[in-house]
């Protein structure tokens, strides 16, 4: 064959081989997209009920009552204050940011953390397939779908679970683009044998560090990402060099100084220990958190938002088995890697030791707040659950190859339903997040023992307005929890709502006996003593917590009230101005001080608090009300009239706007739409109880009626 020839037939192949890899690349185009599809499918089905669902535990204090969310300088104070609870200020950040997008309206904040998760399996998938790992699809779906990953997901306080994961996963990813660059500078030798000069790092190397300092400044228990990029070496290499130690040196300082910030913040927290245990009960406890997690990762049954809490004792060899059984497992799989040419036992030690390193920061060895109720929850294991994730799919994958054809369809099927059978679950499970009262009843009925459930259920119950009910799961909550400052706080406060006021001072009399600076309890009692006439000592109360919390808005306004009650309007003026100028959208202040200026004659003052109050809150009944009654004693009747109206729309069983309503048409002289008003006013009065009320009512009709016929 001649030259030209030649040419031809390489043209040919040349041609042969780029629409080949065109073909193969659009394949992997297509399979890729419809991955993706079916993985946010999944999750946007699974997790549909959880996307309406209110605010639960912890969200109040990270957001809905956090100061520095709502504060315009919040961003400074979370990044350079040590006012924040933790020092985790990239979370923060995005919280103050979606604050600003949709305020009180949960569904933003669900979204964002749905996203966030479904960002996190598809970069599992990337990790998964730079590093060559069978089922690398497979795992993510699996991750993304599996039950004890919902608390993380659901739960709004979790943002910093969810995004510390993205970096985390990001960091990962970048680290490995590193090394494709500097293979692809070596020219595909073995980088072990090549790299003897000095170690260069590019931008991925870079971005991968920025990418865990983010994830750090998210959540501080990614700071086991060192040792987690060293396994991967290990992994990749089969063994670890000096080199990689000196390469993963910055992501170790990095992990070690933020690890002593974030202990520097508990350490300012409150002081009380959270559990007195000795260091033999925390190692046994780590022994057992281990195999805890992994049952509820293979088995994920009867989860629920609150475990009971673990008596660990010593003593009994039953708490000694699961730290025998995670030694003996360690030394049986670094055993095998060594001495067996088995390709198995070399993922499963390389997925063991990654399980074992994630659950480091939630073993025990250091406390957080949530351990004073339980040692155990599901958002713990949320980066360890990848290990046993990635492990079940590469175990499919290698095995379906080795399986006969006929049996391939069967297995199919099998898995399948397996992966369907996680998703409902997924879907049962975040239901229960769509109402904080089905959360906290499914936390009572899986651990009756659990004072925090109760508490939390009797708050829920407070909210749906059914209070006998919530007054039955605070008595619960204090008997669990006797030595509870604020049990006995929340159950004085549901005692006093009901009209039980004795047994509510009671009960706030054993708070702050149990915690003498309770500046919640301290006002509240305050309250309670003034509502039941015991004015002087309820003003000593209030004036004893505010010497001590000279910044607590809602005390500033109890206390105003109670000085309008006693007939000294110019310092209860005084006490909402404070109130407002320390909560500049506290709606009750608002209210409360148009009310103090109207009964001072000062009407204009009034109508201006008011309608600032309607910017803070325009569909407050209440304020509308108000709002009315000071436009008629301006004489602006119309105004008032229509303010009533606004307020009955708001509100349709208020009597007190009834009321003003029929008030205001009388004066305007329309009587007959005033004494259909009343009218509807005194039967709601009557319906109420309020039985001066609706005397008042009726003496009006009588009169109205008796001047009509004379007329």
């Not at 073909?23 to 993706?36: D, F, H, K, N």
């Not at 300082?253 to 910030?261: D, I, R």
């Amino acid at each position: 064959m001649d030259a030209s020839g030649r040419i031809k037939i390489a043209k040919i192949v040349s041609l042969t081989y780029a629409h080949i890899l065109r073909q193969v690349q659009a394949q992997t185009l297509r399979r890729s997209l419809i991955g993706i599809v079916i993985l946010i499918a999944a999750v946007l089905w699974a997790y549909w009920p959880a996307r309406s669902g209110g605010f639960v535990l912890d969200d109040d204090l990270l957001l809905t009552h956090n100061s520095l969310i709502k504060a315009p300088d919040g961003l400074y104070r979370f990044w350079f204050t040590k006012q924040a609870l933790d020092y985790w200020p990239v979370s923060n950040t995005t919280l103050w940011l979606e604050w600003r997008l949709w305020g009180m309206n949960p569904t933003g904040y669900h979204v964002t953390n749905l996203l966030l998760h479904i960002a996190n399996a598809l970069l599992l998938w990337l990790v998964l397939r730079k590093l060559a790992i069978p089922g690398a699809w497979l795992a993510a779906l699996l991750f993304v779908v599996h039950p004890v990953n919902v608390e993380s997901v659901a739960w709004i306080a979790q943002r910093k679970n969810v995004l510390a994961m993205f970096f985390f996963l990001l960091s990962i990813l970048w680290w490995l683009k590193e090394d494709d660059r500097r293979e692809t500078q070596s020219k595909g030798r073995d980088l072990r044998e090549r790299d003897t000069g000095s170690i260069s790092f590019g931008i991925w190397y870079w971005l991968s560090l920025a990418a865990f300092i983010l994830a750090m400044l998210s959540k501080g228990s990614v700071a086991i990402l060192p040792i987690v990029l060293l396994l991967i070496v290990w992994w990749q290499w089969k063994r670890i060099t000096w080199r990689d130690f000196l390469r993963a040196a910055p992501f170790l300082a990095v992990a070690s100084v933020l690890t002593v910030v974030d202990m520097h913040f508990q350490a300012e927290g409150p002081g009380n220990a959270i559990r007195d245990v000795t260091a033999l009960q925390r190692l046994l406890g780590a022994g057992a958190v281990i195999w805890f997690y992994l049952g509820k990762a293979l088995v994920p049954l009867r989860l629920t938002f609150v475990y009971p809490q673990w008596d660990i004792q010593s003593a009994k060899f039953f708490w000694w088995l699961p730290l025998l059984a995670s030694i003996a497992a360690t030394i049986l799989l670094v055993w095998k890697v060594k001495s067996v040419s088995s390709t198995w036992w070399r993922p499963a030690w390389f997925a063991w030791a990654f399980f074992m390193v994630a659950l480091v920061p939630v073993m025990g060895f250091v406390d957080v707040g949530y351990m004073r109720h339980s040692l155990v929850a599901d958002h713990y294991q949320y980066i360890a659950m990848i290990a046993v994730a990635v492990l079940a799919a590469a175990a499919i994958c290698s095995g379906w190859k080795k399986l006969p054809e006929a049996v391939r369809p069967a297995t199919g099927l099998a898995v399948t339903a397996v992966v369907v059978a996680l998703t409902i679950m997924v879907r049962q499970q975040s239901s229960l997040y769509a109402s904080a009262l089905a959360l906290y009843q499914n936390a009572v009925d899986n651990n009756p023992a659990s004072g925090l459930a109760h508490n939390n259920l009797g708050d829920a119950l407070t909210q749906a307005n059914r209070p006998q009910e919530a007054i039955v799961e605070f008595e619960k909550t204090v008997e669990l929890m006797p030595d509870s400052a604020k049990a006995h706080n929340n159950l004085a406060m549901r005692l006093a709502d009901v009209g039980r006021l004795s047994d509510a001072i009671d009960h706030y009399q054993q708070a702050l006996r149990l915690q003498p600076k309770h500046p919640d309890a301290e006002n509240n009692y305050a309250m309670a003593l003034a509502t039941s006439g015991r004015l002087l000592e309820a003003q000593s109360h209030f004036e004893f917590v505010l010497e001590c919390e000279p910044n607590f808005a809602e005390a500033h306004n109890n206390f105003g009230s109670l000085l309008l009650q006693m007939g000294q309007l110019e310092h209860a003026v005084a006490q909402f101005q404070l109130a407002l100028k320390l909560k500049p959208d506290y709606l009750e202040a608002y209210n409360n001080l148009g009310i103090v200026l109207t009964k001072s004659g000062l009407f204009q003052e009034a109508i201006d608090h008011y309608q600032q109050a309607l910017r803070v809150k325009p569909d407050s009944a209440e304020t509308h009300n108000n709002l009315g009654n000071v436009l008629v004693k301006s004489g602006r009747l119309q105004e008032a009239i229509s303010h009533y109206q606004e307020a009955l729309s708001l509100k349709p069983d208020y009597e007190q706007a009834y009321v003003g309503l029929a008030l205001a048409q009388s004066v305007a002289g329309d009587a007959a739409a005033a004494v259909p008003a009343a009218e509807t006013a005194l039967a709601l009065a009557r319906m109420h109880n309020q039985e001066n009320l609706a005397a008042q009512i009726e003496a009006w009709l009588t009169a109205h009626r008796s001047s009509s016929t004379t007329r």
